[in-house]
């Protein structure tokens, strides 16, 4: 069974910076797509950063690009994401995902339901 473990999050304030980790166990990290999504109170969880299994190909939601950049280690079986110039808007829970399927075609990066596992999320809140 594939584990996620988040972290990194907090409270911060408007332009400010934060870096989110997802430890995965228990899978083979390095054959898995990465994906972080968010979800604010109140609202449906959105498609924020995916990853391909090399780490050579990245996706990103159109509100973050330029401001959030993803990335991983598969010696280390963790990815990331590096939040800059942060925005209240962006205050939310962020999740993790990976899956083990062997399709994986590139609109599954930003679709939620395509995932398979989920870390138990992290609280970003950026104040004005």
């Known amino acids: 069974q594939v584990q996620l473990v988040e972290s990194g999050g907090g409270l911060v304030q408007a332009w400010g910076s934060l870096r989110l980790s997802c430890a995965t166990s228990?899978?083979?990290?390095?054959?898995?797509?990465m994906g972080w999504f968010r979800q604010a109170p109140g609202k449906e969880r959105e498609f924020v950063a995916a990853?391909?299994?090399?780490?050579?190909?990245?996706y990103y939601a159109d509100s973050v690009k330029g401001r959030f950049t993803i990335s991983r280690d598969n010696a280390k079986n963790t990815a990331y994401l590096q939040l800059n110039s942060l925005k209240p808007e962006d205050t939310a829970v962020y999740y993790c995902?990976?899956?083990?399927?062997?399709?994986?075609?590139?609109?599954?990066?930003?679709?939620?339901?395509?995932?398979?596992?989920w870390g138990q999320g992290t609280q970003v809140t950026v104040s004005s």
């Open positions: 990853i391909s299994w090399s780490g050579g190909s990245t």
């Open positions: 228990g899978g083979t990290f390095s054959s898995y797509p």
């Open positions: 995902a990976t899956s083990s399927r062997a399709y994986w075609p590139t609109s599954y990066y930003y679709t939620a339901r395509r995932y398979d596992y």
